[in-house]
């Protein structure tokens, strides 16, 4: 199992990520640098994910992300 | 009389008349009529006055013209990005006692003329015609501002002959040097000196410079549109601007054959984005930069290999027999010396430079070593930072910091990744009784400091952290997250 939030906190260097409802696009926690970390980190983890080809608002929450992660595996 | 850099302009725009020289989304202008229309406005922007002018406007292609216009008539050219905060305008145009301003947009200027290039230019309805005066090399050719440690920006003034030799030092670097007629790719803001290398390799040997206005910092897609629209043969551009770019699986060779080098400088360049890069593009000629912005934006450059990927733990960025200028270390620290290094900061500024024996110096605050033959670059001796390729003084901040009103006190960190790349800017602010929230203090920064030194997360916290000096303990400073 990924701990998305647990990445999101480290390439966000925020543990505002865990907070409940949290925008990470709102609220500039994900800029494009976290953006980069964060689908680089994921690739660590074998999840290979067209950040081109995702729409921004499914990467706004920890959940999206997941959901995300998930389809990919399937 | 044309000097050195006219000159260089001149016979590549002579070759090349029918060339596009500059692009900028849709709209293009070839060598013949920007070679034409700088020299017919040089003779207004000379008559107009003296003093330098500063640039207020985004990339069209008026603004490349006027930049070869003011070469041409002997004035310095100020390039002001259009995003720069009001405040910070206003004493940029104070410090350069700029009597000219060329812009679209509205500029307080106590004297002197702010208008568009045409609107000067239409005065004069004369024909082309080669500057009849005389242009001193050592005169300021451009002035670039750059982050200052006590919160008022740092004029750098460069000189015709800097950018003489500047210009003929990238034109003979190899594999640069064995290109004909290729597409150019502009990514940095012409207010910082990064494009001083795509702009006076693209114009200075009839190559044609493509841009386009994306910011980098959030619409990284555009920057990859630009390759894909524009078949791009070199690219100028960040390490992170690249790491953008790689983020799209289509970006390949197979996609982009006609892509075929690119030029790093700005920031440290990592061994990962490199190992990318080559995943991406195996044949891909990749050079790593070097140099301040007091130096003519780069001194020294090396080609990265695959071997040197697998035998370096640090990438180097120089090959010391190809250096622009002399580079020495002393103390541990990179020492520069030669017709690349400015005469000293506007304003008479203290901080790195040096005269020895009728040459130029200057201290670049950068640990160094050289090498094999090779210069590397350790870390900065102050709290100088680049972030996406943005020089940046930490004091900067802080100074700006403690001028708005109701903070007391104030500290700012970064927080780096693995590879020593600065990934966010943080700030601690302690604030008088009733004092303005994070919220507020984020407001009145993004008023004084350009959007990409407000750091990514301020905390309003009760006290700093002191340690046994009485100086504020910055390692503890990490503790309150």
């Known amino acids: ?74 | 009389m044309p000097d050195t850099i006219t000159k260089r302009m001149e016979a590549a725009a002579k070759a090349n008349r029918d060339r596009i020289a500059y692009k900028c989304g849709e709209h293009a202008i070839t060598y013949g009529t920007l070679w034409d229309e700088a020299c017919r406005c040089a003779a207004c922007i000379r008559r107009q006055g003296t003093s330098p002018v500063v640039l207020f406007q985004d990339k069209r292609c008026e603004t490349v013209i006027a930049m070869v216009a003011c070469l041409l008539a002997g004035r310095a050219y100020v390039p002001v990005d259009v995003k720069t905060p009001a405040k910070r305008v206003a004493r940029i145009l104070a410090m350069t006692g700029a009597e000219l301003v060329l812009t679209d947009r509205e500029i307080d200027l106590q004297r002197g003329t702010v208008c568009t290039l045409a609107e000067l230019a239409c005065l004069s309805e004369n024909e082309p015609s080669q500057p009849e005066w005389e242009l001193d090399e050592n005169r300021i050719a451009y002035m670039i501002f750059t982050s200052g440690s006590t919160g008022e920006p740092k004029g750098v003034p460069i000189t015709a002959a800097n950018l003489a030799n500047f210009a003929d030092w990238i034109a003979g670097l190899s594999p640069l040097c064995d290109y004909k007629n290729c597409n150019v790719l502009n990514q940095a803001s012409f207010a910082f000196d990064l494009s001083v290398a795509d702009i006076y390799y693209a114009l200075g040997n009839g190559h044609t410079l493509v841009t386009n206005e994306a910011d980098m910092r959030t619409e990284y897609d555009r920057i990859f549109e630009v390759f894909a629209k524009e078949r791009i043969n070199v690219a100028v551009m960040t390490p992170t601007c690249m790491k953008m770019c790689l983020l799209n699986d289509a970006f390949t060779a197979e996609n982009f054959p006609e892509f075929q080098c690119v030029y790093f400088c700005g920031e440290r360049l990592e061994k990962k984005t490199v190992e990318r890069l080559f995943r991406h593009f195996p044949k891909l000629a990749v050079i790593n930069a070097y140099g301040p912005t007091e130096a003519t934006s780069a001194v020294s450059a090396v080609t990265i290999t695959s071997e040197m990927l697998a035998a370096e733990e640090v990438l180097p960025v120089g090959c010391m027999a190809t250096a622009a200028t002399e580079i020495a270390i002393e103390d541990g620290e990179i020492v520069l010396r030669g017709k690349s290094v400015f005469g000293g900061y506007l304003g008479g500024v203290c901080g790195g430079h040096f005269t020895e024996n009728g040459t130029n110096g200057y201290r670049t605050g950068d640990y160094g070593e050289i090498r094999d033959g090779k210069l590397y670059c350790g870390g900065r001796k102050d709290g100088q930072i680049k972030y996406m390729g943005y020089r940046i003084e930490l004091a900067d901040i802080e100074s700006n910091l403690l001028a708005v009103a109701g903070v007391e006190d104030c500290a700012v960190t970064v927080s780096g990744n693995a590879e020593g790349a600065v990934s966010a800017i943080r700030a601690f602010v302690v604030c008088e009784p009733g004092g303005p929230d994070e919220a507020c203090v984020r407001a009145a920064l993004a008023v004084r400091v350009p959007a990409y030194m407000v750091p990514k997360k301020i905390s309003v916290v009760a006290e700093l952290p002191v340690n046994d000096n009485g100086k504020i303990d910055r390692k503890a400073l990490r503790q309150y997250d």
């Open chain 1, 1 to 74: 199992m990924i701990d998305v939030r647990k990445i999101l906190a480290e390439v966000c260097d925020d543990d505002a990520v865990y907070e409940e409802g949290i925008d990470l696009i709102e609220s500039g926690l994900l800029d494009s640098l976290a953006f980069v970390e964060l689908f680089d980190r994921l690739e660590d983890e074998g999840i290979f994910l067209q950040p081109t080809q995702i729409d921004r608002s499914r990467l706004r929450t920890p959940e999206g992300i997941e959901q995300l992660i998930a389809e990919y595996r399937n």
